[in-house]
Nanobody, 123 residues
């Protein structure tokens, strides 16, 4: 089992900044991809950013304002969000594609998701 725990959400004024963190724990052998998605009620979940092997990928709407980074030693991914806009109010969820160890000593690849953290951009 792998658990992802997010932190850092909250209320921020338009133009402000927030930093999200997500720590993975459990029977982890290695992590391939980590990333962030967001979802507004009534809309589909959308990709915000991913990072894998040092290569980053961003949604066009956040390029130049958001930065994703990763601490492999801590199995943690961060999302620095600057110049936030009201329309970016959403639940932000952490994602990881993980190689985890089974009780029989094998390795299984699977996806893990955090429970999400609310980001509200409002004056």
């Amino acid at each position: 089992q792998v658990q992802l725990v997010e932190s850092g959400g909250g209320l921020v004024q338009p133009g402000g900044s927030l930093r999200l963190s997500c720590a993975a724990s459990g029977s982890i052998f290695s992590i391939n991809v980590m990333g962030w998605y967001r979802q507004v009620p009534g809309k589909q979940r959308e990709l915000v950013a991913t990072i894998s092997g040092g290569i980053t990928n961003y949604a066009a709407s956040v390029k130049g304002r958001f930065t994703i980074s990763r601490d492999n030693a801590k199995n943690t991914v961060y999302l620095q969000m600057n110049s936030l806009k009201p329309e970016e109010t959403a639940v932000y969820s952490c994602y990881a594609n993980v190689v985890h160890l089974t009780s029989g000593g094998g390795r299984v690849v699977g996806d893990a998701w955090g429970q999400g953290t609310q980001v509200t951009v409002s004056s």
